[in-house]
C-alpha cells in the first residue's frame, strides 16, 4: 500500500521500462483497464515463497503497468525486499508461517482491516506440508481465510494457488504431499465459490521444476519467479476486467524435478525429428479453464529424442474464429485459424526428457476441440 508520490513516483519509472520479454507475447490485444477513480487493491498472501523476497510479484507488478493495467495497488502490512526493479511491494507473505496457524491465531482479520484488498492472490501451505499437517486441515484454514476476507469484503476475489512443488533434502516425503494437497483443491474451490466473491484456482504446480525453477528445492530462482508471475497473470487480468475464468485441472502423479501435467483433454502429440542428430519434440495440448467466450489454453513441450534441442515450435489450429488474446512462457503468432509458437530466450534449451510448459488465453464463440498439435525441434 504505496503512499500516494512514492507510488505515482514507481509507476513513472515502471512505464519507462520496456515490456518484458518473457511472458509477454506480440499477439495479446486485451484492452487496456480504464482508469480507476479507487485502484484495485491487490494482497499477495502467503508464506516466503511470496514475502522473501518473492520476486515474482516485481515482475508481475511491472507486467500489469506495461500492458495497460496502471491502477493495481499492491497492499499488505509488509514491505519490498528489493529485487532489482522499482515495484509495489506491500505484500503479507509472512516466511516461516503455517496457514493452519494464521487461520487458528486469528491473524488475517488484523491485515485486511489495514489494507482492505479487493483481489487475494493466495499461496499458501507449503510448511504446513513440510510440517506433514493433513490436506484436509490445510483446506479447513482456507475455508476460515476466505470467511475472513469476505466478512471484511463481501466482494473479494480470490485466487488460490495450487502450490509449487517440493523437494527439499530433508523431506523425502514432501512432493507427494504437496499432490494430495494440490489435488483437493479445485473440489474445496468449487464448493466455496460463490457469484459474489469467486474463487479461482490457479495451477502453479503443472511446469515448475525444483531442479531448475528452485535453488534449494523449495523458493524460486529467478526462472520460478517468472513463471509463477506468468500463472498469476491471466487470472489476475481476468479479475481486474470483473471475469473470472475457472480452471478444472488437477495434478497427476508423483512429483519430480520436472512435474507431468495432466494432460486430459489433450491433442496427439507428433515427435518431429530433424536428421540424424537425434533430437526430436512432442507437444501436448490441454484446456486448462474454459468461460463464456474464452478460454485458457495450455501445451507442454518434451524433449522426446537423444539429443539435446536448443529450440523448438509448435503448431495448431483453433476453431474459426477463436483468437488468441494474451500468452506467456513463449513467443505465440497466429495466422487465420493456424496459431505458431515458439520458445522464449529462457526455456527452448531442453535436455533428453525434459520439458517446459507455455500458455495462453484465447477468446471467440463456438466449442473448444482439442487440436492435433506440432512440434519441431531445433
Not at 79 to 87: D, N, V
Not at 140 to 162: E, G, H
Not at 244 to 256: D, E, K, L, M, V
Not at 297 to 313: F, I, K, Q
Request: aromatic share 6%; proline share 10%.
Amino acid at each position: 500500500m504505496l503512499r500516494s508520490s512514492l507510488r505515482a513516483a514507481l509507476v513513472a519509472v515502471a512505464a519507462l521500462l520496456p515490456a518484458l520479454a518473457v511472458g509477454f507475447a506480440p499477439v495479446s490485444t486485451a484492452l487496456p483497464v480504464a482508469a480507476a477513480a479507487t485502484p484495485v487493491r491487490v494482497m499477495p498472501l502467503g508464506d516466503s515463497i511470496t514475502g522473501s523476497p518473492g520476486c515474482w510479484r516485481s515482475v508481475l507488478w511491472n507486467r500489469l503497468q506495461s500492458t495497460g493495467y496502471p491502477d493495481v495497488d499492491f497492499v499488505g502490512t509488509l514491505g519490498p525486499q528489493g529485487c532489482g526493479q522499482p515495484y509495489d511491494g506491500d505484500n503479507e507473505g509472512h516466511g516461516g508461517y503455517l496457514v493452519t496457524n494464521v487461520a487458528n491465531q486469528n491473524l488475517l482479520p488484523g491485515w485486511l482491516a489495514a489494507t482492505h484488498p479487493d483481489v487475494v492472490l493466495m499461496h499458501f501451505g507449503t510448511n504446513d506440508v513440510w510440517s506433514n499437517i493433513a490436506p484436509a486441515t490445510i483446506l479447513a484454514a482456507y475455508s476460515k481465510l476466505v470467511d475472513q476476507m469476505r466478512a471484511a469484503n463481501p466482494a473479494t476475489t480470490v485466487l488460490v494457488a495450487k502450490i509449487i512443488p517440493m523437494s527439499p533434502p530433508t523431506c523425502a516425503e514432501c512432493g507427494q504431499r504437496v499432490v494430495a494437497l494440490n489435488g483437493a483443491v479445485d473440489g474445496w474451490a468449487a464448493g466455496k465459490t460463490t457469484a459474489a466473491s469467486p474463487v479461482v484456482v490457479v495451477d502453479q504446480w503443472t511446469g515448475f521444476s525444483t531442479a531448475t525453477d528452485t535453488y534449494d528445492g523449495v523458493h524460486p530462482n529467478a526462472t520460478g519467479d517468472q513463471k509463477i508471475a506468468d500463472r498469476w497473470y491471466p487470472a489476475l487480468t481476468a479479475a481486474l476486467r470483473r471475469t473470472t475464468p475457472t480452471p478444472t485441472t488437477s495434478p497427476t502423479g508423483s512429483p519430480t524435478p520436472t512435474p507431468t501435467p495432466s494432460t486430459t483433454p489433450s491433442g496427439g502429440p507428433t515427435p518431429t525429428p530433424t536428421g540424424p542428430s537425434g533430437t526430436a519434440c512432442t507437444a501436448t495440448y490441454r484446456v486448462a479453464g474454459q468461460w463464456p467466450g474464452g478460454f485458457q489454453g495450455e501445451v507442454t513441450v518434451r524433449n522426446s529424442g537423444t539429443a539435446p534441442v536448443s529450440g523448438w515450435t509448435v503448431r495448431f489450429t483453433l476453431a474459426d474464429g477463436q483468437r488468441v488474446t494474451q500468452s506467456w512462457s513463449a513467443e505465440v503468432s497466429q495466422s487465420g485459424t493456424t496459431v505458431t509458437a515458439r520458445n522464449a530466450s529462457w526455456n527452448g534449451g531442453l535436455a533428453p526428457g525434459a520439458q517446459t510448459t507455455f500458455g495462453f488465453l484465447a477468446g471467440g464463440a463456438g466449442t473448444n476441440p482439442v487440436p492435433v498439435v506440432s512440434c519441431t525441434p531445433a
